[in-house]
């Protein structure tokens, strides 16, 4: 039986093909040779950087453009060159996080597809025999992603890029990719919901958006909202409890988001220093959710692990739990130490203890299992 979806990747190789075809696709069977033994020209890439500062700026503005007004070539082949690595690793790491299994998926809707950044780590997962819908309203972005794309699609899969989303189908998975932040909020739970309501019976929606702190509340609120209005829907990533975000409710000024660690390939270094952008981590806020399924056990690390006098301190949300536990350096253990260990967004199993004297130390008796470990050592 086939294990789950994207079990065994290379994720540096596939950041390496992914950039040595954009660059083939975009410049030429010659810049490629170029770039596969060193660096592209800087006169080459420039007028891109320029592009990207531009665009940057777009983006963390409030409510401005978005991708699909994106009209001039440079910017969607600037685009393509830096973010589509990127979010590229994103959708990668989040499939995994879905746990699907390969031989489910017959029916897929990229949206917000631009250069076809999901699909292709559909793709490189092992999606085969598939109908995927890729959709983004940029004529520009559709443009490349029907260069790309064919190159990346080996496995028989048929690829239909469109303007819009097919009425009346369901989707074993959907991936949206970046389409929230130029809505309003009523549009954002209006979207959301009616790709919600396009999931098959075990259908997974993936939702990935900027890890700014505006998104992110917004994304954290609409989970609330969604989960309330469709009880059938259950959350896989990054809760493990359904109820709603206790993050959300008790700050103004916290929002849930992850960041990972990768080893930067060679053109987005390239670009990172033309433009000054710095990439050696890429940050994220996502959320996953199935049709059907269950919860996953354990709780979730939320914040970056603290260090202090009193020992160490693991911010965790999970069933019937959200708040701070210290291991002192005195109870450390064998058995507690993937508490130890544990970073942002790692799921360990633990015994949340009664509320005692400061309520906050974990027994030296406790033990602490990592059930999921995102960066390994």
Not at 15 to 35: C, I, S
Not at 248 to 256: I, M, R
Not at 272 to 298: E, M, P, Q, V, W
Request: aromatic fraction near 6%; charge should be neutral.
């Amino acid at each position: 039986m086939p294990g789950p979806f994207a079990k065994s990747r290379h994720p540096a190789r596939d950041l390496a093909a992914l950039e040595t075809l954009a660059v083939e696709v975009l410049f030429g069977p010659a810049a490629a040779e170029k770039f596969s033994s060193g660096k592209l020209p800087n006169s080459l890439l420039s007028p891109y950087a320029d592009a990207l500062k531009k665009l940057s700026q777009n983006y963390v503005a409030p409510r401005t453009r978005s991708l699909k007004e994106i009209s001039a070539k440079i910017e969607a082949e600037a685009y393509a060159l830096y973010f589509l690595p990127i979010n590229f690793a994103k959708f990668d790491f989040l499939l995994r996080q879905a746990e699907l299994e390969i031989s489910f998926i017959r029916s897929v809707l990229d949206l917000g597809c631009g250069p076809g950044t999901a699909t292709m780590a559909g793709l490189a997962a092992g999606l085969s025999g598939a109908v995927v819908c890729a959709v983004d309203h940029s004529r520009q972005m559709r443009e490349i992603a029907a260069k790309l794309l064919p190159h990346w699609n080996t496995t028989g899969n048929e690829i239909q890029i469109t303007e819009s989303v097919p009425r009346n189908r369901h989707f074993d998975l959907i991936m949206a990719g970046n389409v929230l932040g130029e809505l309003s909020l009523d549009e954002q739970f209006s979207q959301l919901m009616s790709l919600a309501s396009s999931l098959g019976e075990g259908g997974i929606l993936i939702v990935l958006e900027p890890a700014l702190m505006a998104n992110t509340r917004n994304l954290m609120h609409l989970r609330d909202l969604i989960l309330r209005s469709d009880t059938q829907l259950c959350p896989l990533f990054p809760c493990t409890r359904k109820d709603d975000c206790p993050m959300y409710s008790q700050s103004t000024n916290e929002w849930c988001h992850g960041a990972l660690r990768w080893k930067e390939p060679s053109l987005v270094k390239q670009l990172d220093h033309l433009t000054g952008f710095n990439k050696h981590r890429i940050k994220y806020s996502a959320l996953i959710l199935c049709r059907g399924g269950s919860l996953k056990s354990g709780y979730r690390v939320v914040a970056p692990p603290k260090k202090s006098k009193r020992g160490r301190t693991l911010r965790l949300c999970g069933p019937g739990y959200y708040g701070e536990r210290v291991l002192a350096g005195k109870d450390r253990t064998a058995s507690n130490k993937p508490f130890e260990r544990a970073q942002l967004y790692d799921r360990i199993q633990i015994e949340i203890v009664s509320e005692e004297s400061d309520g906050s130390e974990l027994e030296a008796a406790i033990g602490a299992e990592c059930l999921v470990r995102l960066e390994e050592d």
